[in-house]
C-alpha cells in the first residue's frame, strides 16, 4: 500500500483491505491460542473478530455517505460514517466483558501454556499486517476526512498494543513459571480496549450531536471573514457543525443598506467562495443584513 497515493487509499479500498486483514490475523491469532492454549492469546483474537465485524460495517456505511442528496435528505448521508463509529465501539465493549469473563475464570484455575514461540510468532507477524494497515487508514483519514478510518485506524493501533502487551506477558509467564499472569495480561488487555470501546462511542455520540468543527478549521474561517471585513461590512452569529467529512457554517452579513441587492450579493458570493477554498468540504450559508438591522437569532421565544 504505501506506493499508492493517499488519494487512491479511498474509504472503500481500505475498508475492503481491513476486511482481508481482519480474516488473515483472525486465523493466525487463533491458531496461536490452539496451540498455547494461552487466555492472552484468546483475547487477541477475538479482538480480531471485532476489527472484522467493525470493517464489514464501516464499509457499508462510508458507502452510503457517499450517496448524493435528496429530496429525504437534502444535506446528504455523511452522517452515516458515526454510526460506523459507535457500532464499532459497541462491539469493542462487548469483546472485553467477554475477555474479562473468560480471564476471570483462567485467573481461579490457571492453566499451563505450551509451545509459546509459535504462539508469539504467529501473534508478531499478525500485529504487522495490522501496523502497516492502521498507518494506512490514519494517513487516508486525514486527506478523506473520514470518521470511519479514523475509528478503524485506532482500533487497530489498540489491537497492536494488545499483541505486544499479550507478547510481553506471555513471554513473562514462560520465563517465571508465574501462571496467573497470563490471566492478568488477558484483563489489562481488556480494560485498554473498555476504554477505546468507550471513546468511540463518546466520539459518535458527538457528531450525531452537530459538534461543532475542529479548532484549527474554526480558526481558518475567522482569518478568511478578517480579509472581508471593513467599517462598512461586519460579521456575527457565526455557527459551525460537523457532519462527517463535511463541514458547515451559517453567519450574518451586514452591509450598508444604500448597497443594491446586486452588489450585496456579489460581495456575499466572494466570502462564501473564499471560506469554501479555505476549507474544502465546507458549506457555507450567509444571511444578508443591513448594517442598521440586529437579528434576533437568540431571542427567548426561538429556544421555546
Known amino acids: 500500500m504505501p506506493f499508492l497515493s493517499l488519494q487512491a487509499l479511498t474509504p472503500q479500498r481500505l475498508l475492503k483491505a481491513s476486511i482481508g486483514v481482519a480474516v488473515l490475523t483472525i486465523v493466525l491469532k487463533t491458531w496461536a491460542w490452539y496451540i498455547t492454549d494461552s487466555v492472552g492469546l484468546l483475547s487477541d483474537a477475538m479482538e480480531s473478530f471485532v476489527n472484522l465485524a467493525s470493517a464489514m460495517f464501516g464499509l457499508a456505511m462510508v458507502t452510503i455517505a457517499q450517496r448524493p442528496a435528496d429530496d429525504d435528505h437534502p444535506y446528504g448521508h455523511h452522517k452515516a460514517e458515526y454510526f460506523s463509529s459507535g457500532f464499532e465501539g459497541a462491539l469493542i465493549i462487548a469483546a472485553a466483558l467477554a475477555i474479562i469473563w473468560a480471564a476471570g475464570h483462567r485467573l481461579i484455575n490457571p492453566q499451563p501454556i505450551q509451545q509459546v514461540g509459535w504462539g508469539l510468532g504467529l501473534s508478531v507477524i499478525s500485529s504487522a499486517f495490522n501496523g502497516l494497515l492502521a498507518w494506512a487508514m490514519f494517513s487516508s483519514a486525514r486527506v478523506h476526512r473520514s470518521m470511519a478510518l479514523q475509528a478503524g485506524a485506532k482500533h487497530l493501533v489498540t489491537d497492536v498494543w494488545t499483541s505486544v502487551g499479550v507478547v510481553v506477558g506471555i513471554t513473562a509467564v514462560a520465563l517465571t ?48 471573514l478578517q480579509g472581508f471585513e471593513h467599517p462598512t461590512i461586519r460579521f456575527d452569529h457565526l455557527a459551525t457543525r460537523r457532519s462527517g467529512k463535511r ?37 457555507a450559508t450567509i444571511q444578508l443584513l443591513p448594517s442598521d438591522v440586529e437579528s434576533h437569532f437568540d431571542a427567548e421565544r426561538d429556544l421555546i
Open 177 to 224: 513459571g508465574w501462571l496467573w499472569l497470563d490471566a492478568v495480561v488477558a484483563i489489562g488487555v481488556a480494560l485498554n480496549i473498555l476504554r477505546e470501546g468507550l471513546h468511540l462511542v463518546w466520539r459518535s455520540s458527538q457528531g450525531l450531536m452537530d459538534e461543532a468543527v475542529e479548532p484549527e478549521v474554526l480558526d481558518e474561517i475567522k482569518k478568511t
Open 247 to 283: 463541514r458547515f457554517v451559517d453567519l450574518h452579513m451586514h452591509m450598508p443598506p444604500a448597497w443594491s441587492l446586486g452588489r450585496a450579493a456579489a460581495v456575499r458570493a466572494s466570502v462564501e467562495q473564499a471560506l469554501m477554498s479555505a476549507v474544502p468540504g465546507l458549506r
